[in-house]
């Protein structure tokens, strides 16, 4: 079992900045790749950004690029999402995951997801 806390989520005026970061315990953080996803009120999950294990690889989805990057300290088991030029759109839970198949956007490629952290965007 991977254990997986978010945090670092809250209230921002629009072109501001926050970072999330989500702490994992259990098993070796470094033997997974991992992923943050987002669900803004009445719409789907969907995949932010991903990385690999050794944090040489990542993806995002294509909207995001630029505004938003991913990364992870292993010596600290943290995964972070640095959010820059926040709009209200972006407004949503934002959850890690972890897993062990492949580096990618869906979600049953995670076998293990934290509870979430709230941010909201005011124009």
């Known amino acids: 079992q991977v254990q997986l806390v978010e945090s670092g989520g809250g209230l921002v005026q629009a072109g501001g900045s926050l970072r999330l970061s989500c702490v994992a315990s259990?098993?070796?953080?470094?033997?997974?790749?991992m992923g943050w996803f987002r669900q803004a009120p009445g719409k789907e999950r969907e995949f932010v950004a991903a990385?690999?294990?050794?944090?040489?690889?990542?993806a995002a989805t294509d909207s995001l690029k630029g505004r938003f990057t991913i990364s992870r300290d292993n010596a600290k088991n943290t995964l972070y999402l640095q959010m820059n030029s926040l709009k209200p759109e972006d407004t949503a839970v934002y959850y890690c995951?972890?897993?062990?198949?492949?580096?990618?956007?869906?979600?049953?490629?995670?076998?293990?997801w934290g509870q979430g952290t709230q941010v909201t965007v005011s124009s």
């Open positions: 990385i690999s294990w050794s944090g040489h690889r990542t």
């Open positions: 259990g098993r070796t953080f470094s033997n997974y790749f």
């Open positions: 995951a972890a897993g062990q198949k492949r580096l990618g956007p869906y979600q049953y490629e995670y076998d293990y």
